[in-house]
């Protein structure tokens, strides 16, 4: 018989977005920092060039923030792999026979006037150890992870 091996790549847009978004808007306000510093011009225009200097180095800080935290949690993200043997995620794994539960919740985004925005399911994967393995929906294919739980260990899900 054919163990079963199933792999789900991580969907990393969002995070990639702001990564690449943080990376070009770090070059562009630096460039206009550093443009306004070198400009040679009047007195009566330095306080004004050296109040944009200051606000373009302000979002420099900002993009490149943006982009340094971006790029550590698109290194984070991890396929996952479903088997005969269990559950695992990068170096994270976890045998079948150690799973306490396995759930999905819904993380609703509200805005001001308290009204869904948007609903991702987040699936939650306890080991009796106390580790937790805790995916998003926006990242990785649950409803495919949880079929392939469904196929390799029904048991698990009846609850």
């Known amino acids: 018989m054919e163990s079963q091996s199933f792999e789900f790549a ?4 969002q995070e990639s977005q702001w990564f690449w978004g943080g990376v070009a808007l770090a070059l562009l306000s630096g460039a206009g920092c ?16 050296m109040l944009g200097a200051m606000g373009l180095f302000f979002l420099f800080l900002l993009s490149m923030g943006s982009a340094v935290f971006s790029g550590l949690a698109l290194n984070r993200l991890r396929p996952v792999t ?15 026979d150690q799973v306490r539960n396995i759930r999905i919740i819904r993380s609703q985004e509200k805005n001001v006037l308290n009204v869904v925005q948007r609903n ?19 990242n990785y294919s649950v409803s495919g992870i949880l079929g392939a739980i469904r196929q390799i260990r029904p048991e698990l899900l009846e609850e």
């Open 10 to 13: 991580a969907r990393a847009t």
């Open 34 to 49: 550093l443009f306004l510093l070198l400009r040679k011009g009047r007195k009566e225009n330095y306080t004004l060039r």
């Open 82 to 96: 479903a088997s005969e043997e269990g559950l695992g995620c990068g170096k994270w794994k976890l045998a079948w």
């Open 120 to 138: 991702t399911r987040i699936l939650i994967v306890e080991g009796r150890d106390g580790e937790r393995l805790i995916l998003s929906e926006s």
